[in-house]
């Protein structure tokens, strides 16, 4: 590979604050807000235009798909998302669940609302490139931006990338899933023009399950056995008719997954059907291929739609999320990492900073919770290793495989961020270090703060 010098050069300080949060995810605006309402002064960065990550900048709108009536929740303000975006007219009835689908558009504007009510300083259209280390200690970050090359200055930062950028970057441990194991992205889309009241019959005349998710490649699963019979938004048929009529590639086997929403105006959401295998989200190359070719699929999947799906016919294409969903790349080293074990038999640790349902998702497994149980989200597993001054928020905290499908979700993205945020705040206002932290002050403020941790 050719090389070129990059000139020395001296970068403007163009903000200090007490907490910095990279990333604006589900996990990263939890912590802005927590890091806020706690009495840091705080800061929070995004690549793009607008802030919720997963929620609007991917278009995942189905927040807790996995709420049964049994289900023992999380608290606090990922949940304050959810009731939030329904107060604000931006949510909707999700149809597997008790819970809300959040509108993936309106969503943009309440996470502007809850920004600037909380007195955060918003940092959009800037991508972090590089720590500020000094001393093995994360002191700021590096952006790049329109308005060229700047640093920002903190306290205690958080890392939300999802991809643990911050964190490996500045010499933390971490590891990455290798590029064949890694789950799948996405490209999520939706149409407009469907006939709400024949899509709905057609829905309730074949009704799917979670048992019917399986023998299609992407979607073999490992269940409980009580989610078999439940009911599920799924689509597959409709592309198996597609291949076999010659409407759509022969090679496209794979299309198939689920519906979020089916407003009275027509508007099918959240379609989550084009899953991208062997995309490591933090290669450009990767990105830009899965890009492409995740767009080229979804237009097949629309058009096997509008031949083979009652209430279709006249729809098309509304929008492509922003960017690739991506599942699985980076996580940390922590002090602690989660196991199986402990998101399937309800561990418990004297850190917790929330807790998570009995929801495993991916790697082939799929437990929801329909029976009241929960695990604890361990303050341990945010801290990485290597390096001072930095917590880690988001699915790249410390776990192995079966604890990801768990932890990645977006409900529990908040949790940790949640965590993050307040504890980057304790540690900023008091001068402590992370690995040494008082957990009774942040957990003290948690409670304050309406999360549960017990």
Same mark, same amino acid.
């Given at each position: 590979m050719k090389r070129v010098p990059e000139p020395a050069r001296t970068v403007d300080v163009v903000h200090e604050t007490d907490v910095l949060v990279v990333g604006s995810g589900p996990g990263g605006l939890a912590a802005a807000l927590a890091s806020a309402r706690a009495g840091a002064r705080t800061a929070l960065v995004d690549r793009h235009g607008c802030f919720g990550g997963n929620i609007t900048q991917v278009g995942v709108e189905g927040f807790a798909w996995y709420r049964h009536e %049994? /289900?023992?929740?999380?608290?606090?303000?990922?949940? #304050?998302?959810?009731?939030?975006? &329904?107060?604000?007219?931006? !949510?909707?009835?999700?149809?597997?669940?008790?819970?809300?689908?959040?509108?993936?558009?309106?969503?943009?504007?309440?996470?502007?609302?809850?920004?600037?009510?909380?007195?955060?300083?918003?940092?959009?259209?800037?991508?972090?490139v590089a720590p500020i280390v000094e001393g093995g200690a994360v002191r700021g970050v590096i952006t790049e931006s329109k308005s060229g090359r700047e640093a920002i200055l903190a306290k205690r930062i958080v890392d939300a990338t999802g991809d643990a950028d911050v964190a490996a970057r500045a010499g933390a441990a971490t590891r990455k899933t290798p590029?064949?194991?890694?789950?799948?992205?996405?490209?999520?889309?939706?149409?407009?023009?469907?006939?709400?009241?024949?899509?709905?019959?057609?829905?309730?005349?074949?009704? %799917? /399950?979670?048992?019917?998710?399986?023998?299609?490649? #992407?979607?073999?699963?490992?269940? &409980?056995?009580?989610?078999? !019979?439940?009911?599920?938004?799924?689509?597959?048929?409709?592309?198996k008719q597609a291949v076999a009529a010659g409407v759509i590639p022969a090679s496209?086997?794979?299309?198939?997954?689920?519906?979020?929403?089916?407003?009275?105006?027509?508007?099918?959401?959240?379609?989550?059907?084009?899953?991208?295998?062997?995309?490591?989200?933090?290669?450009?190359?990767?990105?830009?291929?899965?890009?492409?070719?995740?767009r080229r699929q979804a237009i097949h999947a629309v058009e096997a739609l509008r031949r083979f799906m009652?209430?279709?016919?006249?729809?098309?294409?509304?929008?492509?999320?922003?960017?690739?969903?991506?599942?699985?790349?980076?996580?940390?080293?922590?002090?602690?990492?989660?196991?199986?074990?402990?998101?399937?038999? %309800?561990?418990?640790?004297?850190?917790?900073i929330g807790i998570f349902p009995e929801f495993i998702d991916g790697y082939g497994i799929l437990i929801l919770p329909t029976t009241g149980r929960y695990f604890h989200v361990p303050y341990r597993a945010l801290v990485p290793k290597g390096v001072a001054n930095l917590l880690v928020a988001g699915r790249?905290?410390?776990?192995?495989?079966?604890?990801?499908?768990?932890?990645?979700?977006?409900?529990?993205?908040?949790?940790?961020?949640?965590?993050?945020?307040?504890?980057?705040?304790?540690?900023?206002l008091t001068d402590q270090a992370f690995d040494r932290l008082d957990m009774a002050a942040v957990q003290r403020e948690l409670r304050r703060q309406g999360a549960r941790i017990a």
């Amino acid at each position: 590979m050719k090389r070129v010098p990059e000139p020395a050069r001296t970068v403007d300080v163009v903000h200090e604050t007490d907490v910095l949060v990279v990333g604006s995810g589900p996990g990263g605006l939890a912590a802005a807000l927590a890091s806020a309402r706690a009495g840091a002064r705080t800061a929070l960065v995004d690549r793009h235009g607008c802030f919720g990550g997963n929620i609007t900048q991917v278009g995942v709108e189905g927040f807790a798909w996995y709420r049964h009536e %049994q /289900t023992v929740d999380c608290e606090g303000i990922g949940i #304050e998302f959810e009731q939030r975006a &329904t107060a604000m007219g931006a !949510a909707m009835p999700e149809p597997q669940s008790i819970s809300h689908a959040l509108d993936a558009e309106m969503f943009k504007y309440v996470a502007d609302v809850l920004v600037q009510e909380a007195g955060i300083k918003p940092m959009l259209h800037r991508l972090c490139v590089a720590p500020i280390v000094e001393g093995g200690a994360v002191r700021g970050v590096i952006t790049e931006s329109k308005s060229g090359r700047e640093a920002i200055l903190a306290k205690r930062i958080v890392d939300a990338t999802g991809d643990a950028d911050v964190a490996a970057r500045a010499g933390a441990a971490t590891r990455k899933t290798p590029r064949e194991e890694m789950m799948a992205a996405s490209v999520m889309f939706s149409m407009t023009g469907v006939n709400k009241r024949r899509f709905i019959e057609q829905v309730k005349a074949d009704p %799917q /399950t979670y048992r019917d998710w399986t023998g299609n490649s #992407e979607w073999d699963i490992e269940t &409980t056995g009580k989610e078999d !019979a439940l009911f599920s938004p799924f689509l597959r048929k409709p592309f198996k008719q597609a291949v076999a009529a010659g409407v759509i590639p022969a090679s496209l086997t794979t299309i198939a997954g689920t519906w979020g929403t089916v407003t009275d105006q027509g508007d099918l959401t959240y379609l989550n059907l084009i899953h991208l295998p062997n995309c490591d989200g933090t290669d450009v190359n990767d990105l830009t291929a899965g890009e492409i070719e995740g767009r080229r699929q979804a237009i097949h999947a629309v058009e096997a739609l509008r031949r083979f799906m009652p209430g279709c016919e006249d729809a098309k294409l509304r929008n492509f999320g922003m960017t690739l969903g991506v599942r699985d790349t980076r996580k940390i080293d922590a002090l602690y990492n989660l196991t199986a074990s402990d998101v399937r038999e %309800q561990g418990r640790f004297d850190d917790a900073i929330g807790i998570f349902p009995e929801f495993i998702d991916g790697y082939g497994i799929l437990i929801l919770p329909t029976t009241g149980r929960y695990f604890h989200v361990p303050y341990r597993a945010l801290v990485p290793k290597g390096v001072a001054n930095l917590l880690v928020a988001g699915r790249s905290i410390g776990g192995d495989k079966t604890s990801h499908a768990s932890v990645r979700n977006m409900m529990c993205c908040a949790v940790s961020g949640q965590g993050a945020g307040t504890a980057a705040a304790v540690a900023a206002l008091t001068d402590q270090a992370f690995d040494r932290l008082d957990m009774a002050a942040v957990q003290r403020e948690l409670r304050r703060q309406g999360a549960r941790i017990a």
